[in-house]
């Protein structure tokens, strides 16, 4: 696969919004299309960790992530969580790779039973079918058997968990080293190039180091 020209992200009720939307931040930054969704409990999330309110209509929602990312016309477009006239929503025209960063143990079991009741159950669903790439950053702790049953289930049918767990190795300083250290994973994961943090090794064959840190 080369580097994803749409991607789908979904936004999903689980704690660490910041991923989500830095990962959002990063792929209008790196001129992907983005089809973009999100669930009611993300809208709470997203209130409690960042202080956003993500409006409930889609189109308003469109404008406040538009405006807060630079978006370029046409490169961001959010669907609702019935919306099914979306492209997401049918094989005959689906996303290059979907992401639902962060993602809760509901939605993420709902996705590995092939339930397909709402816009994210279902584009996740069409990636699977289509044998395209669907990136999952499920979060919780402990997990129980039942979520660890739901990541092997997906695994097999494809899909890649990348859980956001953060390496200490390269010395992070900040939360938002922490989260660019995720997020940079999830774009390896997508073929999207990107400079969120130096690479392991790079120092010491590379003196030009790609230094870590936001725009
Ligand atoms: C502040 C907050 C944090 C939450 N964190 C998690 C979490 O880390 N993982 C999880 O699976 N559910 C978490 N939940 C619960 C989910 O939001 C809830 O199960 C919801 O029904 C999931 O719906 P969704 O999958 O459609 O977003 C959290 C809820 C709130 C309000």
């Given at each position: 696969m080369g580097a994803p020209h749409t991607v789908t992200l979904a936004l999903t009720g689980a704690s660490g919004m910041p991923y989500g939307l830095r990962l959002l931040e990063c792929l209008l930054a790196a001129e992907r299309r983005v089809w973009l969704l999100y669930s009611p409990a993300a809208q709470i999330v997203a209130k409690q960790e960042c202080d956003l309110a993500i409006p409930a209509q889609p189109r308003e929602a469109a404008r406040v992530f538009a405006e807060r990312f630079r978006a370029r016309d046409g490169q961001l477009a959010v669907f609702g969580r019935e919306d099914w006239m979306a492209p997401v929503a049918s094989g005959s025209n689906p996303a290059d790779a979907m992401v639902v960063c962060p993602c809760t143990m509901g939605t993420l079991g709902a996705i590995a039973h092939g339930l397909a009741d709402n816009l994210i159950e279902r584009a996740a669903?069409?990636?699977?079918?289509?044998?395209?790439?669907?990136?999952?950053?499920?979060?919780?702790?402990?997990?129980?058997?039942?979520?660890?049953?739901?990541?092997?289930?997906?695994?097999?049918?494809?899909?890649?968990?990348?859980?956001?767990?953060?390496?200490?190795?390269?010395?992070?300083?900040?939360?938002?080293?922490?989260?660019?250290?995720?997020?940079?994973?999830?774009?390896?994961?997508?073929?999207?190039?990107?400079?969120?943090?130096?690479?392991?090794?790079?120092?010491?064959?590379?003196?030009?180091?790609?230094?870590?840190g936001r725009a």
């Open positions: 669903d069409v990636m699977l079918k289509e044998r395209r790439p669907l990136v999952l950053v499920p979060r919780e702790t402990p997990l129980s058997a039942i979520h660890l049953d739901n990541m092997l289930k997906l695994v097999h049918a494809g899909a890649t968990i990348v859980p956001p767990a953060p390496g200490f190795y390269a010395r992070p300083r900040s939360v938002e080293d922490l989260v660019d250290f995720v997020v940079a994973r999830v774009l390896d994961q997508l073929k999207v190039a990107h400079n969120l943090g130096p690479r392991w090794g790079k120092e010491r064959s590379d003196p030009g180091a790609i230094p870590g």
